[in-house]
T-cell receptor, first 114, second 114 residues
Framework: KAGVTQTPRYLIKTRGQQVTLSCSPI?????VSWYQQTPGQGLQFLFE???????NKGNFPGRFSGRQFSNSRSEMNVSTLELGDSALYLC?????????????FGPGTRLTVT | GENVEQHPSTLSVQEGDSAVIKCTYS??????FPWYKQELGKRPQLIID?????GEKKDQRIAVTLNKTAKHFSLHITETQPEDSAVYFC?????????????FGKGTHLIIQP
């Protein structure tokens, strides 16, 4: 089975721009969670999607949003980028979300905001 | 929300010795506790997990223990090898519906000295 994939792997954007990141979960997995990883804050939960619905959301501003499609692929969007948004964005997929707990991470998208 | 503390931040051990990493959590409702290993430039990989109805779980050289009363859990690695060098993250989550995603500790940089 193919693992979790994320595109693009690297991205450089300018302050004020917006960006869309994509995540394809493991085949059959219906839950996709997004995390931000930075040296200072570590790994922080952004949100989780299950069956095209956002089920949970972490403590991030409304500039961070996402969606999930019927094939379970998910996208994350960040609008009005700030320097502090520079981070590794990781998505993780899970079979049933809360009923099957194991989350498997993708390779991440390294976002640099200049 | 959940808060996870992880210690130590850096751990250096001689090859062949054992390593222990400890985490505490704040939310007594949390019932799922995974451990991830992240090598430099790579994605976090799930290495072992434990649920709150179990006190200990082993997988070859790796074991995890959970003390629900004290709200702490630990990762034990025996007979350490050079390939064990990485950053290890503990996490906690309530999986019974309305999950807030994984809350991670800040990580432990494990260094195996030859």
């Amino acid at each position: 089975k193919a693992g979790v994939t994320q595109t693009p792997r690297y991205l450089i954007k300018t302050r004020g721009q917006q960006v869309t990141l994509s995540c394809s979960p493991i085949s059959g997995h219906r839950s996709v969670s997004w995390y931000q990883q930075t040296p200072g804050q570590g790994l922080q939960f952004l949100f989780e999607y299950f069956s095209e619905t956002q089920r949970n959301k972490g403590n991030f501003p409304g500039r961070f949003s996402g969606r999930q499609f019927s094939n379970s692929r998910s996208e994350m969007n960040v609008s009005t980028l700030e320097l502090g948004d520079s981070a590794l964005y990781l998505c993780a997929s899970s079979l049933w979300g809360t009923l099957s707990y194991e989350q498997y991470f993708g390779p991440g998208t390294r976002l640099t905001v200049t | 929300g959940e808060n996870v503390e992880q210690h130590p931040s850096t751990l250096s051990v001689q090859e062949g010795d054992s390593a222990v990493i400890k985490c505490t959590y704040s939310d007594s409702a949390s019932n799922y506790f995974p451990w991830y290993k992240q090598e430099l430039g790579k994605r976090p990989q799930l290495i072992i997990d434990i649920r709150s109805n179990v006190g200990e779980k082993k997988d070859q050289r790796i074991a995890v223990t959970l003390n629900k009363t004290a709200k702490h859990f630990s990762l034990h690695i025996t007979e350490t090898q050079p390939e064990d060098s990485a950053v290890y993250f503990c996490a906690a989550m309530y999986s019974g519906g309305g999950a807030d995603g994984l809350t991670f500790g800040k990580g432990t940089h494990l260094i195996i000295q030859p």
